[in-house]
């Protein structure tokens, strides 16, 4: 018996689960997947599985709750199936900002969506840039938390920007983008939210100097985009010069096509681990695809191999663009 | 220390937790649930449960996957907000039908919800008529599984009718429509579904003597409909008198409400362990609420007693109703 | 390192394992099995187990307590000697009646047989004919719970009864029933036991007609006897012309023998999933061997295959004898 | 709500439980155990132990495999029931001298049996004189692993036996012979079992000074009693006075009562923790009841008072005994 | 049986645990606890503890792996011993800065923590300011994790500090800073340390203007104090005048002492999480007692009310001070 | 992909981690320990493991702890890299004497042991001569319990004793000291520790003639060498001739070394399962390593053979030895 590899897409991001299997020359393995009348979400693997190693590529994208619950009983019916190993692939992992009891009488949901996760019956999870880095130990299983920084820079030291400067959004993004602005080889700054008095408006007080800089706000996730959309003005008129937006989960809730397709801002990069409808598209944005990255990701556990292969050649491409 | 008790109230059918809170003269503990713009739910407690005994009242209805996620979210808030002890009450249990694996390759979704509700730290389970009776043994913690039956059956004794069989809708319903049979002392038939020949259409096989009788078909969970609404069609047309309609849950997805309010449907009779929406209402409608026994039974087990007497009382009702 | 296979017999069908162990041409690996004058099971495998995927053979039939002690036994031997995998083939299930809670303060007890059997160290249960298909949902590992019917049906028709109709013998068994029907393209009747008001005698009622049929009484388990052969008799006295009884497991507990060697049934047919003493052996029955879809998915298992692939040949035959 | 205490008893030892029920002057809560026809048993708690601290009183003594059955099932029985605290009271605890690997390829059945009690529900476990004290350590839940040496040596005490010497009947149990010697301040001789040279007749070997002297041979267990019936023999051989025989369980299997009426023993003191059946009975026997041990032990943790004052008491009297 | 608690101190910090004691009027419970000669931890619960609530007091602080094995073998002690709850009370939680894998093939040793606590059998963890709040996420039992930012705020607003401004020693610790510049109404900066080129020395770039602005270096904790000595000097150097040092926990190791007793601090405020040795004490330091909000916490645990309570009166008087 | 195997030395014993890796040609994979200036463990394996099968060796040895917590983490470091297996190969198992509660309210410290490798993710644990033999039932996973019996024997043989017999240091190793005595085909003797009365000194009685004989004092662990000591002197005080003492783990706490190097002793035999610093090493010592036996173990496991075959060829040459 030799080792079989079988890919699985849910239905949250299939372009992408298309785009792994084309890159890995592995099809898709057929499975249906749909909602009842009442809304129960049913799942059914069309082909055995039986003694496979098996990646399930599912973001918890919105909607969550379910793309969520069609992860896990495509994962329970994998485990009843006799899957010899069974991988979640969740580029996006949905309720990682709520990772800790903000308030007393919160759940920690990201947490209790871990327990989910292993419970139904995964062996190992791969994610990207999760919220908080402690998410892994939210975990017992191994967790490969991948990191999109390394693409991200690669694109945006091809667009040239001169007099660059990274920006952290707000206190609890200094650290993510830090490690972008290591990766650019540039400063940074971040961006304060306070309140001076209860009852006064709050200001976006800037901590680092910006003036005459160009500026890549640098975020994990965008939501609504609100504090991002904010966060251009306030540099702008703080005497910014160009303003980039990057990120790697773009989730796009509300109006948040309005509020970044502002002239404030040049550029929005996001990467494809969220699903992105047509409609939500912009002459501003571009889309990185993580495809390869997973793709190869994959092949290295499926072989057995270091995770650090993968990232090496691509810290060496940011290394060879930066100095040329 | 005295022993607390606390209600919570999820957002799937507040007014029968209103009502159960009346009866049992407890308030709700007001708990604030929310759906971010992303569509994450968050739930907070907004009052102290330490060392509470804590029901929370939350049936997994439509949208099923929002409900469930909303129950789990509750609990494990109030698990780390230690509660003393956390009874998960869900009058109506979603992906119920998913109870086996009928095909290779299936999930066995109530299964995996079960794992769900005790790995968020629930500490029993309350609930109506599940689907299969097996569904107690999906728990390593106790499920007080409780019948809507004698109420149902108070009811229909209340109306007088004569002449009655109880009608199982198909095969597998079987069992369920005898014990009302026995509750109102009639004979029983049954429903059989069946293809004549590949490819051929599906007839409604009645087996039993239904001439003349007036027809009580039984389900335990009314859905679309449809099956419903062709086995009423079948009886008339076998010259079964009037037909009566009785069933614990009431999903009525789809265009259920319009397949129910049909000449060959004398009356339906159902529950509110599902939150009806106004609009979901019809003439011939009745909803006989669940409240009472709820209570009761919160009671009970919050006393330490026998949930026997609870239903000793419902017995004998229905036994006095039938020999007046 | 290959994969090897190794087969271990418990005691309590060693001619089914031993048939199985024929048909796959691997030996069994030899295991003393004794108990000790207080009456307490030892087993000790015999031949090293490291690193092999190994399947159990033990139907947890009478006397259940010990057979299945001596399954739990072996199987915490293989766990602890490094076993690399661990499939209990269990033909029948003990305890799976026991599968609710009928009454209040009742035990589980298939579910508790489930857990024995997951914490022992199963990763696997192969069994037949589960008395409620929701047991597959008592466990957490893979059950492949495998189906006598197509090799029932086949025998059936060798047997070119003709006006034939399926007969369930109780309300609870008329889905088991309906499904031996569709293999054989018959009706289906189902017998409905009720007490007509208390202190009365139970009537076997029969739904359905079976006046000039031939009838097939369809059972999973055939226990003490007393069911079938009242229902044979009750289906004779409404005119039924031969009875057949046919059921996958044959406990033939008391005097089921003797019930079941009346007149009034022309023959009974079995499978060999508990072992059957020469002296239970009467004329009217046939045994069917289960011995190699046993082989064929163990083989299935072992190699990683779909076993998809053993039933559908088997349906096929059925098919086939159907339409000549 | 005020703490309630409920008794259960298996079938295992019912005198027992019923002289602690008297002792304790609580009732015995009525269970419902029976054997089905095919063997499997069915056990049923009559009244509601909801919010109960239970004590479940059964020793897993022979037929073993369908006592500890037994126990489970009442321990899963209660734990769906909703009882508040599970004790299981198993005076004597079945398979304990399976308590390691002696060979590669055997069970740890003492392990196994821990961890059915445990998954079954129990919250903790009364026992008396464990084969090995390690067997504590096969349970995360407590074990209160009680004495009998204390209420052995006061009888002894009584008996006014001169020049006693304590006498392990083999290596294995010399660590227990001296804790008996301990409190009867004694001396300790071993008897070592050897075989001279492959082939040759077993010896048994003397260690220590028996001459002249009354010998009290003790042991945890005895089962067959041909070991402690051939060390009898061999004290009296080499000049031993009179030779007691003294233990806690007593299985008496095969012909033990035989080996035991022999005029080289003078008596045989043991306690009820398994239940003895009148026509194991003999002259020399003398059967010390542990019951008001165990009624004070239960009613210690009903209380939550420290089992140290239950023993402290009973070494008291030893003490005194020993110096009048 | 009413309800009982029981303190019980570790080595680690047993002035704290007396001050509690004292706070409290409630003994410390003896226990022994020493190491044998070849360094094995022994500890052993002096008194009965059954059905007690528990709450042991113990940081993991140096010498970490010895102060974190005697608290897991002390909750055995009392989980064997049949307490009725057991809350671990860590004021300060060795590892917690080892929270995620932060590069390939590390362990997130703050989890393995966390299942140690779990497993070991405690019910709570109460703790002091966690490294990362998403620890709290490692436990699937509640934890209280406490925040000493209002009695050191409390403290510094007694200080009457005038144009202060709060100063993050890293990026990592800006929201922790920010915190506390919320309670004390000021401005934040952050100090990045970064490396301008490969090979060139680090240098410490302060985000913010601190220009003659009297500045509070805050942190989690103060290990070698390398890092807070090198800002404390940065700020300096930067025109800062007066710089005070502020942290919760104290570890003080290698020459930290030396570090921090510099003339560029004025003041260094910690509290006593960590027991510290006279000998680490030094002219500018000023401890402050964590004891009255943690015999308060037990309390609102024991009596179940509500944790925020009492800190909402820490709050109120951090108010008043900012506004007497 | 082929099975890849990957040895760890933690730091209690590099020198037969080489030992073992130069027998098996497979070089030890790099592994950063360290330990910061707080006392924290780090751990960080330094290549791939994904998908190996890997064996850490490391013996819980003093500083117990830490040599514990340093295993652990590497454990957990390894699970999370997605090491395909992890047998954890602890020569000397730390904290086994804690193997039962001896007194109320004391811990069972080597279940703890067990539970925490376990949960950090171990899938096998390798060790030698537990203290209690018991103690493999402490664990769900395989234990493969080795003994340094025959290749001690061995040497003993070597030595030509004449006119030798095995004693037992206390009559808790009684049991152990036999096992040796039948491996030399000697006969045994027993040291029994008594307190002849209240407050008068400890006697050592010993059981069993060893006047004339050479004594082979045999004990599993060697501590701070009291009893052994004390052992040797007694048995010279009772006439015999030379006294060897031999044990399988040489802690040599306290001034254990200045205890054993006294006249009374002629030679003293351990193995290497523990470090033994050079300033421990003393003329009559001699130390026989384990890496061959452990090497050969490794690689049976890996190859998945029989263990069995490693230690009946050692069998064989005791037996050999001793009748050439």
């Known amino acids: 018996m030799t080792e079989k590899i079988s890919l699985i897409a849910g239905t949250a991001n299939r372009p992408l689960a298309e785009e792994i299997s084309t890159y890995l020359d592995v099809p898709l393995t057929p499975v249906e997947i749909k909602h009842f009348n009442d809304g129960e979400t049913y799942a059914h693997i069309q082909k055995s599985v039986r003694g496979s190693i098996v990646f399930v590529i599912q973001p918890t994208s919105p909607p969550v709750n379910s793309h969520l619950m069609e992860l896990l009983l495509i994962i329970d019916a994998l485990k009843r199936a006799s899957a010899k190993e069974i991988t979640a692939v969740v580029p996006y992992y949905g309720y990682s900002r709520q990772d800790r009891k903000a308030q007393p009488r919160e759940p920690i949901s990201a947490r209790l969506v871990a327990n989910m996760i292993e419970k139904a019956g995964a062996d190992r999870l791969v994610t990207f ?86 500026c890549i706000l640098a975020d994990d996730i965008i939501d609504t985009a609100g504090t991002i959309s904010g966060a251009a003005k306030a540099l702008k008129h703080k005497g910014a010069k160009d303003v980039y937006v990057c990120a790697t989960h773009a989730l796009f809730s509300g109006n948040a096509v309005e509020k970044l397709s502002i002239p404030e801002i040049k550029k929005v990069i996001i990467t494809n681990s969220i699903f992105l409808e047509p409609q939500k598209r912009f002459s501003q944005l571009t889309v990185i695809s993580l495809a390869s990255i997973l793709a190869e990701s994959i092949n290295t556990i499926f072989e057995g191999k270091a995770m650090g292969l993968v990232f090496d050649r691509l810290y060496h491409k940011v290394e060879e663009k930066r100095h040329p």
Do not use: C, S, Y
């Not at 993004?173 to 001076?196: E, H, M, S, V, Y």
């Open 129 to 214: 840039d999760l919220h908080a880095d402690q998410i892994q130990g939210f975990f017992d299983i191994p967790v490969d938390n991948l990191e999109a920084h390394p693409i991200l820079a690669e694109h945006i030291l091809d667009l040239g920007i001169r007099d660059a400067i990274v920006v952290a959004p707000d206190v609890g993004g200094a650290k993510r983008a830090r490690r972008l602005a290591q990766l650019l080889n540039t400063n940074l700054a971040i961006i304060d939210k306070r309140r001076p008095a209860h009852g006064k408006t709050e200001v976006l007080n800037i901590v680092g100097e910006v003036k005459g800089k160009n």
